[in-house]
């Protein structure tokens, strides 16, 4: 396993790729992150100054996560935060404002060979959730595009989809419970480019807790899986969903990791081999990034994989992957160690799947 450095700077804090989104062409690679200001808020907090402004930025690495270099959207007045629940912790930018989200005027085309899409929301509670687009790889975003509620009392979007054609994609999200409070996963899909999205199917009951940041794989013409981030009382785990119907219905699966500590999302990847990797982060002592595989469609899981172990506190994990034409898998996340200060940095984890995950 090696180790990159993607983004660390003194005095500031870099957070939650999995809000963002990750995308890759071939040994192309874009990840999205947010930058604020370092603030020791107590062990419980994310250390995150709420009363300096926050940023959206993007890292791309042109190696297969060798290198990376940092672009900031806002520069071009892109990607500007608005008021989001959870990923805009501070205030926005000093006289940059997000601009209003409006109706799609035309249909995006998601089998563009350059094509990258991010959705963000404005609160975890009974927000709205918004779709900025590329068509170049990162360097230049359109939108912000106004997602529906579905219905719902509001939406709460991270970046998960499946490209499914020109004009086809599936989204997985999350919705506000019918209370109101966070959150309840879902299913969507859109046949006319995004012109108009269809709810397919809620992922699982509505929790007592919340079941939020679902990531979703494809399996077949037919079959989709979900790993689900979920809270109930004390207990934080990953459920997993399966559909054989293609979204139109979903069934509980043996949960894949049964103790996440404070809890973390799931990021789910399915390997050129056609296994399916799991990568997510732990909040409890020792701190640390892992992997599990599963051979059978979710339906079972291997034991788990420490990435690393060295996590100076439970401020960590969001984990986005993705694999590289060589077979190697990248795995970017947040973390913070005591060798590098006291700021979260922004890492990536380059690792071999053929070998790890079948130790």
């Avoid at 629940?85 to 006289?95: C, S, T």
Wanted: hydrophobic share 35%; aromatic share 10%.
């Amino acid at each position: 396993m090696m180790r990159r450095m993607i983004y660390h700077e003194p005095g500031r804090f870099g957070g939650w790729p999995a809000n963002h989104g990750i995308w890759n062409w071939g040994d192309e690679i874009l990840v999205g992150f947010s930058r604020g200001y370092y603030k020791d808020l107590g062990a419980d907090r994310h250390h995150i100054d709420r009363d300096q402004p926050e940023e959206h930025l993007l890292a791309r690495s042109m190696d297969g996560g060798e290198t990376w270099s940092i672009e900031n959207p806002s520069d071009k007045g892109q990607l500007i935060p608005k008021g989001e629940g959870d990923g805009l912790h501070g205030r926005e930018l000093p006289g940059i404002h997000a601009p209003q989200a409006r109706e799609l005027k035309q249909p995006m085309d998601f089998s563009h060979p350059d094509f990258a899409m991010t959705l963000r929301m404005t609160s975890v509670h009974a927000g709205e959730s918004r779709i900025h687009y590329s068509l170049d790889r990162g360097r230049n975003w359109k939108g912000p595009v106004l997602l529906p509620s579905f219905g719902t009392p509001g939406t709460a979007a991270r970046t998960n989809y499946i490209v499914e054609g020109p004009l086809e994609c599936t989204l997985f999200l999350t919705a506000s419970k019918s209370n109101r409070q966070e959150g309840r996963p879902f299913c969507a899909r859109t046949h006319d480019g995004g012109m108009h999205w269809e709810f397919l199917s809620w992922i699982g009951p509505e929790p007592e807790g919340f079941a939020i940041m679902p990531s979703g794989v494809r399996l077949s013409e037919s079959t989709l899986l979900v790993g689900v981030r979920r809270r109930e009382t004390s207990r934080r785990w990953i459920a997993a969903y399966l559909s054989v119907d293609n979204g139109r219905s979903w069934t509980a699966l043996q949960d894949p990791v049964e103790d996440l500590g404070e809890g973390n999302p799931p990021c789910l990847l399915l390997l050129s081999d056609g296994r399916v990797c799991l990568t997510y982060g732990v909040r409890a002592h020792p701190f640390r990034i892992c992997a599990k595989s599963s051979e059978d469609g979710g339906r079972s899981w291997r034991s788990e994989i420490v990435l690393r172990d060295d996590g100076g506190c439970r401020d960590m994990g969001y984990v986005r992957s993705v694999q590289r034409p060589d077979g190697l898998v990248v795995t970017v996340y947040y973390f913070q160690d005591d060798a590098t200060g006291p700021e979260r940095y922004i890492a990536a984890t380059l690792w071999d799947p053929s070998r790890t995950l079948m130790a």
